[in-house]
T-cell receptor, first 109, second 113 residues
Framework: ELKVEQNPLFLSMQEGKNYTIYCNYSTTSDRLYWYRQDPGKSLESLFVLLSNGAVKQEGRLMASLDTKARLSTLHITAAVHDLSATYFCAVDRDYKLSFGAGTTVTVRA | ETGVTQSPTHLIKTRGQQVTLRCSSQSGHNTVSWYQQALGQGPQFIFQYYREEENGRGNFPPRFSGLQFPNYSSELNVNALELDDSALYLC????????????FGSGTRLTVV
């Protein structure tokens, strides 16, 4: 059974500082996704990582994938309040997603 | 290009009742997956439909069933509702190819009382 572990589960960020969310998974995967979810809302796709060494960046967010270590990271640069949300990684194997428990991010002034 | 539409947005049912949730897939997508997200947890895979056939199922009992129609829209049916079925139900449509990805609908919030 594919297991996906995220840490930390809760992250209180100070505006302007940098932080990293980690996503470990237990078996080989086809693709890895990062999603954002605002309270009571659906999932917004942030990144899809297809291969080892893949790095993608959008604004203050950067995601990377190390398939040998079975690890993906989501790096947040200079946190701002708008980034407050829950972030999920999801591993795609055989076109079925297994999600981590999510990291709830709160950005404070 | 239309997105994924789910209906209804909210629903309250009594334990033991049956419910049907609906999902219309994004244009050009032929696969629909359903996920259950309990409060404070990550989504859990229920099942997937491809070309009107079930194409994989997660750890959910048979009282969770589904359909996919020729236009690739889909239904999720849950019989004999239990209190633990209260959750956000998300539908995701997807296609094939290099740009493979999932488009999620806005979800149906089901409350079982």
């Amino acid at each position: 059974e594919l297991k996906v572990e995220q840490n930390p589960l809760f992250l209180s960020m100070q505006e302007g500082k940098n932080y990293t969310i980690y996503c470990n998974y237990s078996t080989t995967s086809d693709r890895l996704y990062w999603y954002r979810q605002d309270p009571g809302k659906s999932l917004e796709s942030l990144f899809v990582l297809l291969s080892n060494g893949a790095v993608k960046q959008e604004g203050r967010l950067m995601a990377s994938l190390d398939t040998k270590a079975r690890l993906s990271t989501l790096h947040i640069t200079a946190a701002v309040h708008d980034l407050s949300a829950t972030y999920f990684c999801a591993v795609d194997r055989d076109y079925k997603l297994s999600f981590g428990a999510g990291t709830t991010v709160t950005v404070r002034a | 290009e239309t997105g994924v539409t789910q209906s209804p947005t909210h629903l309250i049912k009594t334990r033991g009742q049956q419910v049907t949730l609906r999902c219309s897939s994004q244009s050009g997508h032929n696969t629909v997956s359903w996920y259950q997200q309990a409060l404070g947890q990550g989504p859990q895979f229920i099942f997937q439909y491809y070309r009107e056939e079930e194409n994989g199922r997660g750890n959910f009992p048979p009282r969770f069933s589904g359909l996919q129609f020729p236009n690739y829209s889909s239904e999720l049916n849950v019989n004999a509702l239990e209190l633990d079925d209260s959750a956000l139900y998300l539908c995701a449509s997807s296609g094939v190819g290099e740009s493979y990805g999932y488009t999620f609908g806005s979800g149906t919030r089901l409350t079982v009382v």
